[in-house]
Nanobody
Framework: QVQLVESGGGLVQAGGSLSLSCAASGRTSSIYAMGWFRQAPGKEREFVAGIIWRGGTYYADSVKGRFTISRDNAKNTVYLQMNSLKPEDTAIYFC????????????WGQGTHVTVSS
């Protein structure tokens, strides 16, 4: 079992930046990849960015060039640097982990709120 705790959300003006963190604990040796998802009010949860523990990142088209996902293996922590934020980035951001490429994300954090004002 992997436990995930997000932090770093908040309120920012459009064009600003925020950095989110996700600390993993428990069976971290079982992690294949981690990702960030978000859910805006009235919308379904959507994928934002992912990072494979041994290397490799991937992003949703909507955030490419603005968001950067990175990791600190020693701290079992994943970060999401969000730049050039837009009001449509407003959502609850969730961190998730998956154990293998063939198994979907199954461990989730509690989420952190990001609000971008226009």
């Amino acid at each position: 079992q992997v436990q995930l705790v997000e932090s770093g959300g908040g309120l920012v003006q459009a064009g600003g930046s925020l950095s989110l963190s996700c600390a993993a604990s428990g069976r971290t040796s079982s992690i294949y990849a981690m990702g960030w998802f978000r859910q805006a009010p009235g919308k379904e949860r959507e994928f934002v960015a992912g990072i494979i523990w041994r290397g490799g990142t991937y992003y949703a088209d909507s955030v490419k060039g603005r968001f950067t996902i990175s990791r600190d293996n020693a701290k079992n922590t994943v970060y999401l640097q969000m730049n050039s934020l837009k009001p449509e980035d407003t959502a609850i951001y969730f961190c998730a982990a998956r154990p293998t490429p063939s198994i979907d994300f199954g461990s989730w954090g509690q989420g952190t709120h990001v609000t971008v004002s226009s």
